[in-house]
């Protein structure tokens, strides 16, 4: 589905950044757009940055359940720095998956922006999941039926060779000094 990315550029807090970026709103069904002003008001602009396609995947039902479980069911927008455009970001990856955004937050390298689902697509994800899902069933793991130490317990791995006594004590053991 496509999904439009509505950015907000504030301007900065400190000295050192000029603008504020944050990701406030998502679009689904929206056409193609590159940096269309959306608003203007007091310093603050709204743009439609981008517009990306938001793909599910049958394997990532689990993960979609669980984003649509929280408070409030949340889309995430990967953002990363970029020269080559005259807004200092680009618009990545849309994500319905909470555990793919950990995934792109976790290197560091990219911004992850948590916007809140629309009604349309809060239902669209759940309908995809709830029909991909499938439940792992729990398998008890069983141990190896091979006893390594039927032959003589106590004594040591039977696995390993002993040239010596086992019992003895390590403090007999004669040691060879250098000196």
Same mark, same amino acid.
């Not at 970029?82 to 995934?103: G, I, K, M, N």
């Not at 992850?112 to 309908?127: C, H, N, Q, S």
């Not at 899902?133 to 039927?150: P, S, V, Y």
């Given at each position: 589905?496509?999904?439009?990315?509505?950015? /907000?550029?504030?301007?900065?807090?400190?000295?050192?950044?000029?603008?504020?970026?944050?990701?406030?709103?998502?679009?689904?069904?929206?056409?193609?757009?590159?940096?269309?002003?959306? /608003?203007?008001?007091?310093?603050?602009?709204?743009? %439609?940055?981008?517009?990306?396609? !938001?793909?599910?995947?049958? #394997?990532?039902?689990? #993960?979609?359940? %669980?984003?649509? &479980?929280?408070?409030?069911?949340?889309?995430?927008?990967? !953002? /990363?720095? &970029?020269?080559?455009?005259?807004?200092?970001?680009?618009?990545?990856?849309?994500?319905?998956?909470?555990?793919?955004?950990?995934?792109?937050?976790?290197?560091?390298?990219?911004?992850?922006? +948590?916007?809140?689902?629309?009604?349309?697509?809060?239902?669209?994800?759940?309908?995809?999941?709830?029909?991909? =899902? =499938?439940?792992? *069933?729990?398998?008890?793991?069983?141990?190896?039926?091979?006893?390594?130490? $039927?032959?003589?317990?106590?004594?040591?791995? $039977? *696995?390993? #060779?002993? !040239?010596?006594?086992?019992?003895?004590?390590?403090? +007999?053991?004669?040691?060879? *000094?250098?000196?």
């Amino acid at each position: 589905m496509p999904v439009g990315v509505v950015l /907000r550029r504030a301007p900065g807090v400190t000295q050192w950044a000029k603008y504020a970026w944050k990701a406030i709103a998502v679009l689904p069904g929206a056409a193609e757009a590159n940096w269309q002003l959306v /608003r203007e008001q007091d310093g603050v602009t709204d743009f %439609h940055a981008a517009t990306l396609s !938001l793909e599910l995947h049958g #394997s990532d039902a689990e #993960s979609y359940l %669980h984003g649509l &479980s929280a408070e409030v069911p949340c889309v995430y927008v990967v !953002l /990363r720095d &970029s020269d080559a455009t005259e807004h200092s970001l680009e618009v990545t990856l849309v994500t319905a998956s909470p555990y793919e955004a950990q995934d792109y937050a976790d290197t560091g390298e990219e911004i992850i922006e +948590k916007v809140p689902m629309p009604d349309g697509l809060i239902a669209w994800v759940r309908d995809f999941a709830l029909e991909h =899902h =499938h439940e792992e *069933r729990f398998k008890k793991r069983r141990r190896d039926k091979t006893d390594i130490g $039927a032959v003589e317990d106590g004594i040591g791995d $039977a *696995r390993i #060779s002993q !040239l010596a006594d086992v019992y003895r004590s390590p403090v +007999k053991a004669k040691k060879e *000094r250098l000196q």
